[in-house]
């Protein structure tokens, strides 16, 4: 999505954030979590903007050399349009330039189109946390991205970012 660009997260963004976040998630987050993330600096929250309207966005942790994707969402009518793969490549690069190793998410076991999106950027399932999701017990995979076992990683990025611009490389 050549239209759209990637900035940090803000108080300004919030609003937008919380709405999609209650229209996209059964157990959304608040307005005031997202507040409080974007002021630890330990977190790093982006969000995707077309027309200074945000249409999706992305957070991670990062804790020494490992980090947890806790967010990722992209507001429906803007789905499997790239927009979710632009974010996980900023990402991807921000934890490569602090020196991630090792980057962790959760995902619904259900949610076979989250998995499938984040194999494309190595994730692989190590493991199943049962009965997590409170709203319905569902279970949750557990995947990581070795990105330390990749000397790649910014090379497969690139080659990412690369298809998306060719219009080869939607969401999934």
Excluded at 115 to 140: C, G, H, P, T, W
Aim: charged share 25%; aromatic share 10%.
């Amino acid at each position: 999505m050549n239209d759209c660009s990637i900035v940090l997260m803000t108080v300004d963004d919030l609003d937008e954030v919380a709405n999609i976040e209650r229209r996209i998630f059964p157990l959304p987050w608040t307005r005031s979590q997202f507040k409080a993330e974007i002021s630890n600096p330990y977190c790093h929250y982006m969000v995707a903007k077309k027309a200074n309207k945000v249409i999706g966005y992305i957070g991670f942790v990062s804790v020494e050399d490992e980090g947890y994707i806790t967010n990722v969402a992209v507001d429906y009518m803007y789905q499997r349009k790239g927009v979710g793969t632009l974010l996980m490549t900023h990402i991807f690069e921000t934890a490569i330039k602090l020196g991630v190793m090792r980057l962790f998410l959760d995902v619904r076991s259900s949610n076979t189109n989250a998995q499938r999106f984040y194999r494309k950027f190595s994730f692989s399932e190590i493991s199943v946390r049962r009965r997590y999701y409170s709203d319905n017990l569902e279970d949750a995979i557990v995947m990581a991205s070795e990105l330390s076992s990749r000397p790649d990683a910014i090379e497969l990025i690139e080659n990412i970012k690369e298809d998306l611009i060719r219009g080869e490389s939607a969401d999934v």
